[in-house]
Nanobody
Framework: VQLAESGGGLVQAGGSLRLSCSAS????????TGWFRQAPGKQRELVAG???????NYATAVKGRFTIFRDNARNTLYLEMNSLKPEDTAVYYC?????????????????WGQGTQVTVSS
């Protein structure tokens, strides 16, 4: 599975951006997908996730402002970001979890995109 993010950029506080993550390869094996972010000097953190059944979860800091959704026909994951704040500035990464079930059991594999920079100016 290969992931490619796009849509990052520079925006003023209060503005909006939509990130996209296009998947290729064995996309039929993808289970859960999500967005993470990493600000300078900080650890990578979960922003939002969406399961194969459409169940979503969000970090407290972005609830009510960000929306994650996926278009399975286009193999694309999105993150709609509204009311952006300077503290949202980070590199945003897309992640996909592939689940493989064999006679020996269940294994998961994590795939990451290269990241896209989001900068929110005050």
């Amino acid at each position: 599975v290969q992931l490619a993010e796009s849509g990052g950029g520079l925006v003023q506080a209060g503005g909006s951006l939509r990130l996209s993550c296009s998947a290729s390869g064995r996309t039929s094996d993808i289970d859960t997908t999500g967005w993470f972010r990493q600000a300078p000097g900080k650890q990578r953190e979960l922003v939002a996730g969406i399961s194969s059944t459409g169940t979503t979860n969000y970090a407290t800091a972005v609830k009510g402002r960000f929306t994650i959704f996926r278009d399975n026909a286009r193999n694309t994951l999105y993150l709609e970001m509204n009311s952006l704040k300077p503290e949202d500035t980070a590199v945003y990464y897309c992640k996909a979890v592939v689940v493989v079930v064999t006679l020996e059991g269940r294994r998961t594999f994590d795939y990451w995109g290269q990241g896209t920079q989001v900068t929110v100016s005050s």
